[in-house]
């Protein structure tokens, strides 16, 4: 079946402990996207990567790190969590040819006490 | 003024009622457009994308209006499952090349029995 996995789905943490958001996509798809969604701000563009070793930043880069080592997989990394970090957090991938249609992963759900 | 806009509503409709949302964007040079759903605390699904012409996918018809600037959703024969949060997507393709998605905060549709 065609998808994007995230891993955790759930994850509490505590101020300043690194975490890292998987995120894994079967589609053999170049781009890959982090977004945030708040309440009342929409998705939010975190960053995003055109291919392998190929990252840029979004719209709200600030606080995290992303990797793009090979074409499956995209990490998220926040080095230092902090409580406005406290999101839901969803991984999105595309092919680069025909349609602009993203596959979005289920999603983590991330508080930061 | 944010870049892609929409009513947060919610739209409260009984069953079988007909309704529309609109979304306006506001860079004139953006090339494709889509609606997305997304029920409660889940991933954004592709619902439609919107072409030039106008194009229709059984009770849902989407339309875009480049002169105005703004794509609709119309929703006929409202259903209960039709409840959820409807999100319009503006790409835009800089002079690089790069794919610039943009999200609406969307709209809530509430289908009452």
Same mark, same amino acid.
């Given at each position: 079946?065609?998808?994007?996995?995230q891993?955790?789905?759930?994850l509490?943490?505590?101020t300043g402990?690194k975490l890292?958001?998987?995120?894994s996509?079967?589609?053999?798809?170049?781009y890959?996207s982090?977004?945030?969604?708040?309440?009342?701000? #929409?998705l939010?563009?975190? %960053?995003?990567?055109?291919?392998?070793e190929? &990252?840029d930043?979004?719209d709200?880069?600030?606080?995290y790190?992303?990797?793009?080592?090979e074409?499956r997989?995209?990490?998220?990394?926040?080095?230092?969590?902090?409580?406005?970090q406290?999101s839901?957090?969803?991984?999105?991938?595309r #092919?680069?040819?025909?349609s %602009?249609?993203q596959?979005?992963g289920?999603? &983590?759900?991330?508080?930061v006490? | 003024r944010?870049?892609?806009e929409?009513?947060?509503g919610p739209?409260?409709?009984?069953e079988?009622?007909?309704?529309?949302?609109?979304?306006t964007?506001s860079?004139s040079?953006?090339?494709?457009?889509?609606?997305?759903?997304?029920?409660?605390r889940?991933?954004?699904?592709?619902l439609m994308s919107?072409?030039?012409?106008?194009?229709?996918?059984?009770?849902?018809?989407a339309?875009l209006?480049r002169?105005?600037?703004?794509?609709?959703?119309?929703?006929?024969?409202?259903?209960?499952?039709?409840?959820?949060?409807?999100l319009?997507?503006?790409i835009?393709?800089?002079s690089?090349g790069?794919?610039?998605?943009?999200f609406?905060?969307?709209?809530?549709?509430?289908?009452h029995?």
């Amino acid at each position: 079946e065609a998808q994007v996995t995230q891993n955790p789905r759930y994850l509490i943490t505590v101020t300043g402990k690194k975490l890292t958001v998987t995120c894994s996509q079967n589609m053999n798809h170049e781009y890959m996207s982090w977004y945030r969604q708040d309440p009342g701000l #929409g998705l939010r563009q975190i %960053y995003y990567s055109m291919n392998v070793e190929v &990252t840029d930043k979004g719209d709200v880069p600030e606080g995290y790190k992303v990797s793009r080592k090979e074409k499956r997989n995209f990490p998220l990394i926040l080095e230092s969590p902090s409580p406005n970090q406290t999101s839901l957090y969803f991984c999105a991938s595309r #092919g680069l040819a025909g349609s %602009y249609e993203q596959f979005f992963g289920p999603g &983590t759900r991330l508080t930061v006490l | 003024r944010k870049e892609v806009e929409q009513d947060p509503g919610p739209f409260n409709v009984p069953e079988g009622a007909t309704v529309a949302f609109n979304c306006t964007y506001s860079n004139s040079a953006s090339q494709s457009f889509f609606w997305y759903r997304q029920d409660c605390r889940k991933e954004p699904k592709l619902l439609m994308s919107v072409y030039s012409s106008g194009n229709e996918d059984g009770r849902f018809t989407a339309q875009l209006n480049r002169a105005s600037q703004y794509i609709s959703l119309l929703i006929r024969d409202s259903k209960l499952s039709d409840s959820a949060t409807y999100l319009c997507v503006v790409i835009l393709l800089d002079s690089g090349g790069s794919y610039i998605p943009t999200f609406g905060r969307g709209t809530s549709l509430i289908v009452h029995p």
